[in-house]
């Protein structure tokens, strides 16, 4: 915050301590009570004491806008987030939730908050951001000292940029925007502005009531709408106004800056004031919101934040008179009380004033209270029926003197019928109690009585019914072998009669037959609707409805104790338990408690009030349920678990893995939401070899240890307003088996036999060791022979190897003689006769090297490479016309390579010439451009001619080579050689034959 909104707010403190506030405390004229805030500050663990802005979300998360950063409420703890986290600046004064992204805006700029970090909104001006809101289509706008921004889909649009922009609100498509010149616009869908009115003074805050919008400001709360003019609301104290919201009652909840808190009700223009006094902790309210269960939160410049839960239910209390243990409504709509020690007591409506009627001389046991046309109560007491009118209570007189009677029914004449261990009897014209046993003979306890058609009434005793109609008693007993004992009766319009009895449930069709239900649960209360029968048992709610029964709830305590079922003219139905509620409408059910600010009363009794609205009368007071603060159905809440061992956070779908003998598990478990969390239950389903089903309500719950196997863990939460999460963490639990169960130990008995066998297999095997001796020294023998065989045969191979290596040696010695005759017939014409001598003993000595190479019928390609003699003669495919290009000889014979050398030169080629393959593909690469074709030996030092060869083709596919051979090769490598090679060359050969396979490719350069 700027040093000069800091001074001026000081300076606004002084004047608001020292000269408003005593002011006001001298001319409040309001009305209030102290009320319950809850409260959340740095000692109970919130961490800042500033707080300027809040907002819940959809999942109902809390946050909270501090003067040290943004603070988060998962329902497990607070969470800040600092300007070290990308926070843009502090405070933050306002935030706003939009497609599951956070807006902040503070001092410093705008930001969106994903969870874990900020991203700062650029490009939105350099203003002082206080204001968000967000539209129903997932439009932002934002509001600074230099104008008003909105955010669609990526588009950023300003208007009214030379305004101070201090509020914002979203109704629809419309957007309402307050500054700090008092002035209030309206933005339409379209963008255009229109000016609605002006306060005069900085617009604090904004909401919407139904069709009226209401503006607080520092001069006081304004109100517009469509069919109405602008104007000031009247009645309210000239206080300096800030933040403004509504309930779903539509009071409005304004706080104000350094007097206290307003609750304003427009319709009857009355404010209740709540100042320190009443709870609040400290008069600067900067912020207050209702949540999703109508609850105000504010927050406060220096007392951190205070919830205020506004119940469902209005307590009056009573404690003061005494337990009112019955309750009645008149035709008046008064409630009327009744306790032994309380006395009578009525509440008159619309005062709600309650006034004590009078007081027992003694107290006295009361069984049933009634309220007449005549606007009689009658009370039936242990020592008698008494009825007050006239201000005084008389005794009512009866021929009947023993026993008691416990119940009273009104037939459709409105005469009175008393029933119980006096038997039964009905009020006479002149105020009397005649006998109206159906057989004077028999002395019966009459259990209940009620009205079954517009002409009968119908009795129930312990061994019959009894219908009195036209005067007349008819009896009918009850199903041969049933022994319950009937408690309470409920017809429904076509005379079916249903009877609760302490071992189940018995119905009495109009066809006169009996069917029995429940048997052998105890049946607590009845109620016929329409369509179908409630029953409750102790724990449960049943349905019955054409014979077919439905379990439809259960309760998770077993102190509730359903007592009594009635339905409010809106169609909603009340299960009253001992210690609390349960409502069900539209196929929603939901237990409430009622709660004063001090204990959980038990309850007594319900009645109906003339509007359709339920009373309850507690050992604290009487309570009344208010259908206008009916809180709303909350979001399903989030769920945090932790289970131990381990003690860590358990993911949806995670899988523990426990030893058999493990401790039992220890759940931890929170419903992530701020909303009365001391309210949350949980329910844990556990599917698997020993399933279980149950509802707790504490956070902590152990778990006995699970058996051996595969178990899944379910825990749904259950919010305060009954919401159940949809869906629900699952943890799967893998046991280990007891090691006597484990496959290891499976296979220890196995491995044990298969030892001893093994310890027989070796015993029995030194008793064959000798036979294998004998056999083993045989076999030697006959080794020893086949060696020698082998060896001999060895060292003939040996000899034609070294044959075949002779034959190559003296072959590289000849093709040098060949050559070098050839070269003589280039310059001397005249030794041509000596040459052909010389040639004939070359002849001659290879044809004893081909004999040389047949000795034993030894196959020369069995010792050399994989190479073959093919037809000399190059293939046509092969054939390329290289002009200028040189000609590459690689052997590992110097004197050939001279004369090939010298012999090419001497006819005009170009020649290159190498010692090893290695040395002829390094001239390969370099004269690659320049080179025509190569020749190559194939028996060389490192790379033979063919390995050569091979890596030649695999970069130039169409340059011609050929292998010089002095071997022969089988036929079985021609087909692949003739396919690559451009020919094989077999040693030795002449130089003019040679010439002929160079010309075929080459020709002589200029």
């Not at 009056?316 to 009578?344: C, E, M």
Request: some cysteine; charged content about 20%; glycine content about 8%.
């Amino acid at each position: 915050m700027p040093m000069n909104d800091m001074h001026m707010l000081n300076k606004l403190d002084y004047i608001i301590y020292r000269i408003v506030i005593p002011s006001f405390v001298i001319i409040f004229n309001g009305s209030s009570e102290r009320v319950n805030f809850t409260h959340h500050n740095t000692s109970s663990g919130f961490p800042s004491q500033r707080v300027w802005s809040i907002m819940q979300d959809p999942l109902g998360y809390m946050y909270f806008g501090t003067e040290d950063g943004l603070v988060i409420y998962d329902g497990v703890g607070y969470q800040i987030f600092h300007e070290r986290d990308g926070l843009p600046g502090t405070p933050v004064l306002a935030i706003q939730s939009v497609n599951e992204k956070v807006w902040v805006a503070t001092p410093r700029g705008l930001g969106i908050f994903d969870g874990t970090s900020f991203q700062p909104i650029e490009g939105w001006g350099n203003g002082f951001f206080r204001c968000l809101a967000t539209g129903a289509a997932g439009q932002v706008a934002a509001g600074s000292a230099n104008g008003l921004w909105i955010w669609n889909q990526n588009d950023a649009k300003a208007l009214l940029p030379e305004s101070d922009i201090r509020e914002l609100l979203f109704d629809g498509n419309d957007l309402f925007i307050g500054t700090a010149n008092g002035d209030v616009f309206k933005l339409d869908a379209r963008h255009r502005l229109k000016l609605i009115g002006t306060t005069g003074h900085v617009v604090r805050g904004l909401t919407r009531v139904g069709g009226t919008l209401y503006i607080s400001s520092n001069a006081g709360l304004f109100q517009w709408s469509e069919s109405r003019d602008w104007d000031q609301v009247s009645g309210l104290p000239d206080y300096p106004f800030s933040s403004i919201t509504h309930n779903q009652a539509g009071e409005l909840w304004i706080g104000t800056w350094g007097v206290g808190l307003i609750c304003f009700k427009p319709e009857s223009g009355h404010y209740d004031f709540y100042d320190t006094n009443h709870g609040i902790p400290t008069p600067f309210i900067t912020d207050i919101m209702t949540d999703y269960e109508d609850s105000l939160w504010i927050c406060t410049r220096d007392g951190g934040i205070a919830k205020l839960s506004q119940p469902e239910f209005e307590f009056y209390d009573l404690s003061h008179l005494g337990a009112g243990t019955h309750i009645v409504n008149d035709h008046k709509n008064r409630l009327w009380f009744a306790g032994p020690q309380l006395g009578l007591a009525r509440l008159n409506a619309p005062t709600n004033e309650v006034q004590k009627m009078l007081s027992f001389k003694k107290p006295d046991l009361i069984f049933f209270m009634l309220a007449d046309h005549k606007e009689r109560i009658f009370l039936l007491k242990q020592d008698g029926v008494f009825v007050y009118q006239g201000n005084e209570l008389e005794a009512v007189p009866t021929v009947m003197k023993d026993g008691v009677f416990r119940w009273a029914a009104m037939d459709s004449e409105n005469d009175i019928w008393f029933g119980g261990s006096s038997g039964l009897g009905r009020l006479t014209p002149a105020g009397a109690i005649e006998d109206m046993n159906p057989d004077p003979s028999i002395k019966s306890h009459f259990r209940d009585g009620a009205r079954l058609s517009q002409d009968a009434m119908i009795f129930t005793t312990k061994e019959q019914i009894w219908i009195y109609d036209n005067r007349v008693f008819k009896a009918y007993p009850f199903p041969s072998g049933f022994t319950g004992e009937p408690a309470s009766l409920a017809t429904d319009k076509e005379g079916t009669l249903a009877i609760a009895t302490d071992r189940g449930l018995l119905i009495r069709t109009t066809d006169e037959h009996w069917h029995s239900y429940l048997e052998g649960e105890p049946v607590t209360a009845l109620l016929f609707d329409e369509q179908r029968l409630f029953a409750a048992t102790r724990q449960n709610v049943i349905s019955i409805q054409n014979g077919h029964v439905q379990n439809l709830y259960g309760l998770a305590h077993a102190i509730s104790h359903i007592q009594q079922i009635i339905k409010d003219q809106s169609g909603q139905y009340w299960f009253i338990a001992h210690n609390m509620v349960i409502s069900f409408s539209n196929g929603t059910w939901s237990e409430m408690a009622i709660t004063d600010h001090d204990s959980v009363p038990g309850i007594l009794a319900a009645v109906l009030d003339n509007n359709g609205q339920p009373w309850f009368s507690t050992t604290k007071g009487i309570v009344a349920y208010d259908a206008a603060r009916k809180r709303p159905h909350t979001p399903a809440p989030r769920i945090a678990v932790t289970i131990n061992p381990g003690d860590h956070r358990i993911a949806d779908g995670q899988t523990l893995y426990l030893p058999a003998n493990h401790h039992p598990l220890n759940l931890s478990v929170r419903a992530l939401s701020y909303i009365n969390e001391d309210l949350n239950s949980f329910l844990v389903d556990i599917s698997g070899p020993a399933p279980s089903r149950e509802f707790f309500t504490a956070n902590e719950k152990q778990l006995a240890p699970l058996p051996a196997g595969k178990s899944v863990i379910k825990i749904w939460a259950i919010n305060a307003a009954g919401i159940q999460s949809s869906n629900p963490i699952t943890t799967h639990v893998n046991v280990a088996p007891a090691y006597w169960n484990t496959l290891t130990f499976r296979w220890l008995v196995p491995l044990a036999l298969a030892l001893v066998i093994w310890l027989f297999t070796v015993l029995f095997s030194r008793y064959r060791t000798r036979r294998l001796s004998t056999w083993n020294r045989q076999l030697e023998r006959e080794l020893a022979i086949k060696s020698a065989s082998l060896v001999e045969a060895k060292n003939l191979e040996t000899a034609n190897a070294l044959m075949v290596t002779l034959s190559h040696e003296i072959t590289q010695p000849l093709a040098a003689i060949q050559g070098s005759l050839d070269l003589l017939k280039l310059d001397e014409a005249h030794i041509a006769a000596a040459s052909t001598n010389i040639q004939s003993a070359l002849n001659s000595i290879m044809n004893i090297l081909r004999r040389l190479r047949h000795i034993d019928q030894v196959r020369f390609a069995d010792y050399t490479p994989g190479v073959k003699m093919v037809a000399l003669g190059p293939d046509d495919s092969h054939q390329v016309s290289r002009k200028n290009r040189s000609v590459l000889f690689v052997d590992d014979d110097p004197m050939l390579l001279e004369i090939w050398t010298t012999y090419f030169q001497e006819l005009g080629y170009l020649t290159l010439h190498a010692n090893s393959g290695d040395q002829g593909f390094e001239i390969f690469e370099y004269e690659r451009s320049h080179l025509g074709m190569i020749i190559s030996d194939n028996k060389m030092p490192g790379l033979s001619g063919f390995e050569f060869y091979k890596k030649v083709r695999a970069i130039d596919a169409d340059i011609p080579f050929y292998i010089f051979t002095g071997y022969d090769c089988g036929d079985d490598l021609s087909q692949e050689l003739r396919a690559s090679l451009s020919g094989i060359i077999r040693k030795p050969i002449r130089l003019r034959e040679l010439q002929a396979v160079i010309e075929s490719h080459l020709t002589v350069p200029n």
